[in-house]
């Protein structure tokens, strides 16, 4: 019979010779060009590690050659980031230009380290996912077409972290980027009730509504909806398979701003809605790409040096931040949701547009 409850295998069988060696006595580090890093160890041993893009969501075909690659030039180790970026961990500088050379002939771009746009965090999309309000490696690789020099330089304030979810189940780092893409519905689900009886437990499809739009229907074995008090999450068709909510002349993308993680400087955030609703227009989602690229070009030529996206917007305050980036504030920003007083103006502070 086959093992099971074995866990995934232990990583530390798989880290190249240099990192063994040195594990846990790292004296510092520098970024020699995008993309390249150095380490160097208390035993003086360096490590260079060399950075490329991945659209994340590959064939194993890729895979293979990104192995052929590590055997070249890394003695077989390679390993992947938090943000699905491949790093190429060699020993010998010697090999660090070769190796650049190589990937660019194949089209991988080098970069991603320091005050860069690196990849963007991403989800399933129309790939795979049953709830998606819009798709994710469409719209990743119509911005990041458009944003690679920022990849491959290091010339912004700081780094700017984009992410994409493609509903608001928010899987990944969308509540938490300095620019989010996030798929949205505007429209009531459709109940099917001749279905709900035979596919919904009625119970936890009423419990998971957040505004308790939702209500029973015990003698019809359904549910009914109040339109008013919905406000299109797609929760309940995530329980009940019977609610779809998808409505592809309603449904895009909103955009958020000013997240964070690190506790560099100022506490993390969360991103803050900058654009409410953008459509879906595939294959190239040309306003999803201009407006993002307004809002980097807008903090990359006004935020100051270190400043993420969101430590800038807070310095100059958001009503600035509407009126240099040109984005119109609209009702759909004020916050009516839970502790949304919270998130009001209790100050005469402001400045005048
Ligand atoms: S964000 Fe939503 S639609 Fe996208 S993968 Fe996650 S659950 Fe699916
Ligand atoms: S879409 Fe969301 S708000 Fe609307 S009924 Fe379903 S769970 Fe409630």
């Given amino acids: 019979m086959a093992k099971t409850d074995i866990g995934p295998p232990d990583y530390k069988t798989m880290l190249p010779p240099v990192i063994s060696r040195n594990y846990g006595k790292w004296l510092y580090h ?14 003086g041993e360096a490590l ?20 052929d690659l590590a055997e070249k030039y890394c003695d ?11 790093e190429f961990l060699l020993d010998d500088k010697n090999k660090v230009d070769p190796l650049i050379a190589e990937l660019t002939s194949l089209n991988y771009p080098v970069g991603g380290t320091g005050h860069a746009i690196s990849n963007i965090v991403h989800t399933q999309g129309w790939v795979h996912c049953h709830t998606p309000a819009t798709d994710a490696s469409g719209p990743v690789k119509a911005l990041m077409d458009e944003i690679y020099d920022y990849f491959v330089t290091m010339k912004l304030p700081n780094h ?29 689900p459709k109940t099917d009730n001749t279905r709900v009886p035979n596919v919904c437990e009625i119970p936890s499809t009423v419990a998971s509504c957040p505004t ?29 398979p019977a609610m779809p909510i998808a409505d592809p002349d309603n449904d895009g993308i909103s955009i958020w701003v000013g997240g964070k993680v690190s506790n560099a400087r100022s506490a993390p955030k969360f991103s803050k809605l900058a654009i409410p609703f953008l459509p879906n227009n595939p294959p190239r989602w040309p306003e999803v790409v201009e407006a993002v690229k307004n809002i980097i070009e807008v903090y990359a030529s006004h935020a100051r040096k270190h400043e993420r996206v969101g430590e800038w917007i807070e310095r100059v ?3 600035r931040f509407f009126t240099l980036t040109g984005i119109p504030f609209t009702d759909k920003h004020i916050d009516d949701y839970d502790m949304a007083t919270e998130t009001f103006r209790t100050s005469t502070q402001f400045k005048w547009g």
């Fill in 30 to 43: 520098e970024i020699l060009k995008p993309g390249v890093l150095m380490h160097i160890a208390e035993s």
């Fill in 48 to 67: 260079y590690t060399v950075r490329a893009g991945s659209p994340r969501l590959i064939s194993t075909d890729h895979i293979r050659e990104i192995c």
């Fill in 76 to 86: 077989g180790y390679l390993r992947f980031t938090s943000r699905h970026n491949i």
């Fill in 160 to 188: 700017v972290r984009i992410a994409l979810a493609c509903c608001l189940n928010m899987c990944g780092a969308v509540h938490c980027s300095d620019i989010a893409i996030l798929g949205i519905h505007r429209t009531v």
């Fill in 212 to 240: 308790g739009a939702i209500r029973g229907d015990m003698k019809a074995k359904t549910v009914t909806v109040n339109d008013e008090k919905c406000m299109y999450c797609g929760n309940c068709y995530t329980v009940c």
């Fill in 317 to 319: 305050g958001w009503e």
